[in-house]
């Protein structure tokens, strides 16, 4: 990056170098906005890169580059973050993208799954939260696996509880992965689904932030591409990565007067 100190607004995409947080970094550019592809490996990223810029459209002042986030690793997320206060950046969309769904199920899939899919995205939006412009927007890249259903009614009013904090709710994600590791969980009302409860959590996080940024103008939402074709989703899948992506731009592109606080497909709300 640069090292102006003040600089355009960018939009911070996690785990950007491919799937849907690459074609969702492609659909911003096309709009003229600087993009930095946040991932693990950046050096790796060049294709991504190239590909992202050939997107934005001649002129626009636009821009993209790549930059280490490892959202699992604190030591990461405060490195990024602090690279990019030094340098006077201002985010005017945080796309939460990285994720993980992992072979198997015990607590070490467990612990893994939620430490990336929602302490990642809670660590990255902590720190990265105070650079967010007045009126930016943060995005949940979050999963119709993640509805409320695939809990028991008692943890479905648990997440619901409208004095959910953060506290309340990380114990709730830790308490997962400790009942995962006790061979409880199926008593205590979760599923054996890592990514599920990753994705309950992260949508119960939307409903906790919403509230607390909206004084600043920062919407915030979560969104499910639907059911997409990546590695991921495997070649099967319904939805193109154009399509999936969609709704994800659709979120952190919305006006003024957009929605805060909901979890929605192709920009229409849906359950939590």
């Not at 090292?3 to 911003?28: F, K, M, S, W």
């Not at 699992?72 to 690279?83: I, K, Q």
């Not at 004084?215 to 899948?237: E, F, I, Y």
């Amino acid at each position: 990056m640069s090292d102006q100190r003040t600089q355009p607004q960018i939009a911070v995409v996690t785990g950007g170098n491919r799937g849907i947080g690459l074609e969702t970094c492609r659909q911003l550019a096309a709009r003229g906005l600087r993009v930095l592809i946040a991932c693990r490996d950046p050096e790796r990223a060049t294709d991504a890169v190239a590909a992202v810029a050939a997107a934005a459209p001649p002129g626009a002042g636009g821009g993209v580059e790549a930059a280490r986030l490892d959202v699992a690793d604190p030591a990461s997320v405060a490195d990024l973050a602090g690279r990019l206060t030094a340098e006077g950046v201002s985010i005017g969309a945080l796309v939460n993208n990285a994720g993980v769904s992992l072979h198997g199920f015990d607590a070490g899939v467990a612990e893994r799954t939620l430490q990336t899919n929602f302490f990642g995205a809670a660590r990255v939006t902590d720190a990265l939260a105070p650079l967010v412009a007045r009126g930016g927007r943060i995005v949940m890249v979050s999963s119709g696996m993640g509805e409320l259903r695939i809990v028991a009614p008692p943890l479905r009013e648990r997440f619901l509880a409208p004095d959910l904090d953060r506290a309340g709710l990380d114990a709730l994600a830790r308490a997962f992965v400790d009942d995962v590791r006790a061979g409880e969980h199926a008593h205590r009302g979760w599923p054996s689904s890592a990514y599920g409860v990753s994705k309950v959590a992260l949508n119960a996080l939307v409903r906790i932030l919403a509230p607390a940024l909206r004084p600043r103008g920062v919407l915030v939402n979560a969104v499910c591409p639907g059911w997409v074709r990546t590695d991921m989703g495997g070649a099967s899948a319904s939805r193109s990565v154009q399509q999936g992506a969609r709704g994800v731009v659709w979120a952190a592109t919305l006006p003024p007067d957009g929605p805060s606080g909901g979890f929605f497909r192709d920009g229409k709300p849906i359950d939590w």
